[in-house]
Nanobody, 125 residues
Framework: QVQLVESGGGLVQAGGSLRLSCAAS????????MGWFRQAPGKEREFTAA????????EYSDSVKGRFTISRENDKNTVYLRMNSLKPEDTAVYYC??????????????????WGPGTQVTVSS
């Protein structure tokens, strides 16, 4: 049984930083791409960042590019999302997910198979 658990969310002032972690179990972690998505109240869940199984050429949404950094430690079965220069519009529940296939780096939420319960990030102005 695949399990993903996010941590590291919280309340931060605009301009601040947070690092989210996602611990995975129940699957060969290193064989799959990992993604971070976020969902603000009343909005669709949207792609934020993703990383290939080999950690090269990560992908970011335009809204976070240059501020967020995704990374992974395969020996710890963990993926991270470092968030700098946070803005109030970054407020959302952040979810990590593991892809359905072992190739590429999907950008669509429909291409991810397992999800964590999410962690709340609130950025105050």
């Amino acid at each position: 049984q695949v399990q993903l658990v996010e941590s590291g969310g919280g309340l931060v002032q605009a301009g601040g930083s947070l690092r989210l972690s996602c611990a995975a179990s129940g699957r060969t972690f290193s064989a799959y791409a990992m993604g971070w998505f976020r969902q603000a109240p009343g909005k669709e869940r949207e792609f934020t960042a993703a990383i290939r199984r080999g950690s090269d050429f990560p992908e970011y949404s335009d809204s976070v590019k240059g501020r967020f950094t995704i990374s992974r430690e395969n020996d710890k079965n963990t993926v991270y999302l470092r968030m700098n220069s946070l803005k109030p519009e970054d407020t959302a529940v952040y979810y990590c997910a593991t892809s359905r296939v072992q190739v590429g780096v999907p950008l669509s939420k429909y291409e991810y198979e397992y999800w964590g319960p999410g962690t709340q990030v609130t950025v105050s102005s």
